[in-house]
C-alpha cells in the first residue's frame, strides 16, 4: 500500500517536522524520511540551537537553559532525550523532541535485508518512527546502510 506524502508526514513525523522533497521511495512502498539535520530540525550549525517544528531545542551544553520565555512543553535539551546528535549507524525513536543525526547524515527507515536470493532484496522494516542516520547517497555502502534503506549506494 503506497501512503501519500501529506498523510505520512502527518503520521510519521508530526513531531520531528517534515521537509517538502525530503521523502524516498524505498522498494517501491512506502514513503520516507531522509533530509539532513539542517532540514530535518532547521538547525544551521551543528551543536547550535534550532526549532524543530513548534519546539525549540538549546544548544548543546546549554541543558535548558535558552527555554525562557517559551510556552511550557515547547522547549527541550539539545538532542531530546539523547542529549547529543546521532552518529553514524545509530537508530533513534523519531517521536523524541529534538532527537536528530548529526550534520552531514540523514535519516531513512531502519530496516534489514532477511533475503536476496538472487531477486530483489527483501526487507524486514523496524515500526516508522525508528529511524538511522546514514550517508546515503555518497556512493558507499556505509554503516547502517544497506539495500533496504539505501538502495543507491547498496545494490547488487
Known amino acids: ?72 512543553g515547547f522547549c527541550y535539551e539539545y538532542g531530546g532525550l539523547y542529549q547529543s546528535c546521532r552518529e553514524e549507524g545509530e537508530e533513534y525513536e523519531g517521536k523524541v523532541i529534538c532527537a536528530h543525526c548529526c550534520q552531514g547524515l540523514e535519516r531513512v527507515a531502519s530496516a534489514e535485508v532477511i533475503s536476496t536470493d538472487g531477486a530483489p532484496p527483501e526487507c524486514s522494516y523496524a515500526p516508522p518512527s525508528l529511524l538511522r542516520c546514514v550517508r546515503c547517497g555518497d556512493g558507499t555502502c556505509g554503516v547502517g546502510e544497506n539495500a533496504c534503506n539505501c538502495p543507491a549506494d547498496c545494490h547488487d
Open 1 to 72: 500500500m503506497r501512503f501519500s506524502r501529506s498523510l505520512l508526514c502527518w503520521s510519521i513525523c508530526a513531531t520531528v517536522g517534515c521537509s517538502t522533497g525530503a521523502e524516498k521511495t524505498i522498494d517501491g512502498g512506502a514513503d520516507l524520511i531522509g533530509a539532513e539535520v539542517a532540514s530535518e530540525a532547521g538547525a544551521g550549525t551543528e551543536g547550535e540551537g534550532y526549532r524543530q517544528g513548534p519546539y525549540l531545542c538549546c544548544a548543546k551544553g546549554d541543558g535548558i537553559g535558552c527555554c525562557a520565555g517559551e510556552q511550557q
